[in-house]
């Protein structure tokens, strides 16, 4: 996939997309991996403003949630590249609050949302994995609930077409070398470092410019 200026890029899910943006402010991006992407971007385009960007993140949101406002915040703006980051606040709430989001039915409504993106606007899709770098008593036990969770959003991903950013073997891999509150200070959501490292992620797999013919 390579990302032209004329594209208009969307990204929505929950608080790690959200990264604190002005909600009254349309063209507020927040302060993490989509304000990161749209730099980026900004960068690679001398004399322009590069492709226009949207962020319609929302703290606190799970896949159900995005569902409801998916006509108005996704639909409604015409984009030709659409990124979801939805997940890890099904499997939170399981924890801290005792609400459940059966992974079956988590799957079938991301799938919904992406197909119908897919055939209303044959925009591209790509997912961004969701993700825990445990750092706080009793994280590691979210994994029961997260790891079949990542592969119902890995199942939605390839049936339809989408692209996929691996947070989920990226953020682990860079706290090897680190200790993990360094990229995400409660072990969900990404320091300043994290939120690069989602967005160069993106930009290596999704906004790279097109490869050479082959010779």
């Known amino acids: 996939m390579h990302i032209k200026d004329d594209d208009t890029l969307l990204f929505i899910g929950d608080s790690i997309t959200d990264a604190g943006r002005d909600r009254a402010d349309a063209t507020s ?12 971007l900004r960068g690679r385009a001398p004399g322009g403003p590069g492709p226009r960007v949207i962020n319609r993140g929302i703290n606190g949101q799970r896949v159900y949630d995005l569902e409801p406002r998916w006509a108005t915040d ?55 994995t969701p993700f825990l770098l445990p750092v706080l008593p009793g994280q590691e036990d979210w994994f029961e609930d997260l790891a079949p969770r ?45 939120h690069r490292l ?13 490869p050479d013919p082959v010779r």
């Open 29 to 40: 991006l927040g302060n993490g991996y989509v304000h990161e992407i749209a730099r980026s």
């Open 74 to 128: 996704v639909i409604g703006h015409r984009p030709t590249v659409v990124t979801v980051k939805i997940g890890i606040n099904d499997t939170w709430r399981r924890y801290d609050g005792g609400l459940l989001s059966p992974v079956a039915e988590f799957g079938a409504c991301l799938d919904r949302l992406l197909a119908r993106t897919a055939h209303e606007l044959s925009a591209r899709l790509v997912v961004i």
């Open 150 to 194: 990542t592969e119902a959003v890995l199942r939605a991903a390839a049936d339809n077409g989408a692209q996929v950013v691996r947070a989920d073997l990226l953020l682990p891999r860079a706290a090897q070398d680190r200790p993990a509150a360094e990229l995400a200070g409660d072990g969900v959501h990404p320091t300043p470092l994290g």
């Open 198 to 210: 989602i967005a160069d992620a993106w930009l290596a797999a999704v906004g790279s410019p097109a």
